[in-house]
């Protein structure tokens, strides 16, 4: 299987940028579906963006559309979550999904490796 791992979480005031690392191991399958969802607390886990790592085709959710770039390297084995004018709102656990299956599923059952979260927090 895959072995999913962020990093890049962190504190920040409002209105700052904040990038976010994803890195996967044990890639055997060439091009996959990546994403980052977020979960505030009392609230269910939302989907943030995904990524294709063969094309680099990005899909991004309404939770912060117009804020946030995911790209991936070179390698396809790290992708990144640069997030953007941010608001005490965004303060989260991050969480990065991969899933080798076909296309990007959008929602997080259908995301198969998650790695531990990393925590976000905004203040106004």
């Known amino acids: 299987g895959l072995q999913v791992a962020e990093s890049g979480g962190g504190s920040a005031e409002a209105g700052e940028s904040l990038r976010l690392s994803c890195s996967v191991v044990?890639?055997?399958?060439?091009?996959?579906?990546m994403a980052w969802f977020r979960q505030a607390p009392g609230k269910e886990r939302e989907g943030v963006a995904t990524i294709y790592t063969g094309t680099g085709s990005p899909y991004y959710y309404d939770s912060m559309k117009g804020r946030v770039t995911i790209f991936r390297d070179n390698t396809m084995s790290t992708v990144y979550l640069e997030m953007m004018q941010l608001k005490s709102d965004d303060t989260a656990i991050y969480y990065c999904a991969a899933d080798p299956r076909g296309n990007c599923p959008t929602l997080p059952e259908n995301f198969r490796y998650w790695g531990q979260g990393t925590q976000v927090t905004v203040s106004s």
């Open positions: 044990g890639n055997r399958y060439g091009g996959i579906c």
